[in-house]
């Protein structure tokens, strides 16, 4: 990763890392069944899914952006937006990223792109025209961390496991995989698809936790950054507060893109939160309060 000045959290990264190891081991456990299951087929499986992985990977920020209806913009369209994300690239001593606005009411960001040399930053109108000018700062350098810490990049090799088991799964549905006797295809046919799936769900699980590690890094580096976390916790009640006011059917709409938006479009609480790829309103909000209580105290 490029140096910048965005600051780092031990305790997160800690957190993250072994999170990343436990994907990984999963992600080894899932091999080595392949490798006995599939007996001489699963080279060209691996093979086929490591190509899915290489072109998500690539073109995921082109993907995301299209998607999301993001139309990149010259400073000359957006002089406050650039300026904003001018001043905060100087700060942190990182390259610009392309700047873009998608024209949705939702009142949301986010930031694509697999490096800093890569990489997208895109505000809604809605955004635009909800933030007071410290508070569209505060979100812009919670996305421009993201960027920082190359958190796509990270979140897509996390998820490359569960594309994979998800794949298995499809493929062993669909064909004999083993050419041998009757019963050693059944085998195979019920042993694949039941590894595949609880591989899957760990793996969902375990992306989604690592996920909302990455949101609250994002939240805390922003805040350093700039110094004002009170603006950051503003930026944040003001939109999810605001969500309640959007149609259904559009939040519906953004819905699938929650992972990489600054706050979810949906969000509840039980059983939800545990798949929820965002931390709750009240746990960002309780470390920007104590981030602006030391920084009081310095």
Request: hydrophobic content about 50%; charged content about 20%.
């Amino acid at each position: 990763m490029s140096r910048t000045r965005y600051a780092p959290d031990r305790g997160l990264t800690g957190r993250m890392v072994t999170t990343m190891f436990l994907i990984g081991l999963l992600y080894v456990v899932f091999v080595g069944v392949l490798i006995v299951a599939l007996g001489k087929a699963w080279p060209l499986i691996v093979l086929l899914v490591g190509g899915l992985f290489v072109a998500q990977f690539w073109f995921s920020d082109r993907i995301a952006a299209y998607s999301m209806g993001a139309r990149e913009v010259t400073p000359e369209q957006a002089p406050e937006l650039h300026g904003a994300v001018d001043r905060l690239c100087a700060l942190a001593d990182m390259p610009k990223p392309r700047v873009a606005i998608a024209d949705s009411d939702v009142p949301n960001a986010f930031a694509t792109g697999r490096s800093q040399r890569k990489s997208l930053v895109c505000a809604t109108t809605g955004l635009l025209r909800r933030l007071e000018p410290e508070e569209l700062e505060g979100v812009l350098a919670h996305e421009l961390s993201h960027v920082a810490h190359r958190d796509v990049a990270v979140m897509t090799v996390a998820a490359f496991l569960g594309v994979l088991a998800g794949l298995i799964t499809r493929i062993a549905l669909w064909s004999g995989l083993m050419r041998g006797g009757r019963n050693n295809q059944n085998v195979a046919l019920l042993l694949v698809p039941l590894v595949s799936a609880v591989v899957y769900v760990l793996s969902f699980l375990l992306t989604r936790l690592l996920s909302r590690y990455r949101e609250l890094s994002a939240d805390r580096a922003g805040a350093l950054l700039t110094g004002r976390p009170s603006a950051l916790a503003s930026a944040l009640t003001k939109v999810s507060g605001q969500m309640s006011r959007i149609p259904t059917r559009d939040l519906r709409r953004a819905e699938p893109f929650n992972a990489f938006f600054f706050a979810p479009a949906l969000s509840g609480g039980g059983m939800s939160r545990l798949l929820s790829s965002h931390p709750t309103l009240e746990r960002r909000l309780d470390q920007l309060g104590r981030i602006s209580a030391q920084l009081g105290q310095g």
